[in-house]
T-cell receptor, first 111, second 112 residues
Framework: QKEVEQNSGPLSVPEGAIASLNCTYSDRGSQSFFWYRQYSGKSPELIMSIYSNGDKEDGRFTAQLNKASQYVSLLIRDSQPSDSATYLCAVRYTNAGKSTFGDGTTLTVKP | NAGVTQTPKFQVLKTGQSMTLQCAQDMNHNSMYWYRQDPGMGLRLIYYSASEGTTDKGEVPNGYNVSRLNKREFSLRLESAAPSQTSVYFC???????????FGNGTRLTVT
């Protein structure tokens, strides 16, 4: 079992719809959770970070964390074609100096 | 601010050749990392340095060595390149172990 698993893609949604990206992790000692966006041929960039249970909203993006169920999700409201990218979930374990990444979910938003 | 700077951007090596990938950050971050990314896959950690003077192995360290030269610089060396090391290499830094990563623009390495 991989340490960090993301829902297999690709995911396609129409413009204006809600895109839902999911991530599960295996280590209950995980402490920090991050969503990165990566455009084709570019480096990853941080979208959201979340450290405690519940929802965290930033503009059109909402991260949701449920430590009991060991999942973290990213919702993108009013999806735009510019949101088309690969989204990487990363988990950082307690007192560990490193992040572990999922394989990513590729999102396509169709006009 | 330059952020995280990686050199070179592209490199082609022949099997058995050696090279060093350079990485420097100007954000005064304590931790630095080297990841590789293969097509359709996420990032896999090669080595990291939690603080100046320390280095640790990640998931895929075989065939690589690293040097944390000072707080700003963290280099990755391939002593004898192999085709399996064809990949995109990303350097990253973070302020602390709990902080998000800031990535460089990557190095595309091809080993023939």
């Amino acid at each position: 079992q991989k340490e960090v698993e993301q829902n297999s893609g690709p995911l396609s949604v129409p413009e204006g719809a809600i895109a839902s990206l999911n991530c599960t992790y295996s280590d209950r000692g995980s402490q920090s959770f991050f969503w990165y966006r990566q455009y084709s041929g570019k480096s990853p960039e941080l979208i959201m970070s979340i450290y405690s249970n519940g929802d965290k909203e930033d503009g059109r993006f909402t991260a949701q964390l449920n430590k009991a169920s060991q999942y973290v999700s990213l919702l993108i409201r009013d999806s735009q074609p510019s949101d088309s990218a690969t989204y990487l979930c990363a988990v950082r374990y307690t007192n560990a100096g490193k992040s572990t990444f999922g394989d990513g979910t590729t999102l396509t938003v169709k006009p | 601010n330059a952020g995280v700077t990686q050199t070179p951007k592209f490199q082609v090596l022949k099997t058995g050749q050696s090279m060093t990938l350079q990485c420097a950050q100007d954000m005064n971050h304590n931790s630095m990392y080297w990841y590789r990314q293969d097509p359709g896959m996420g990032l896999r950690l090669i080595y990291y340095s939690a603080s100046e003077g320390t280095t640790d192995k990640g998931e895929v360290p075989n065939g690589y060595n690293v040097s944390r030269l000072n707080k700003r610089e963290f280099s990755l060396r391939l002593e004898s390149a192999a085709p399996s090391q064809t990949s995109v290499y990303f350097c990253a830094s973070s302020e602390s172990y709990n902080s998000p990563l800031h990535f460089g623009n990557g190095t595309r390495l091809t080993v023939t």
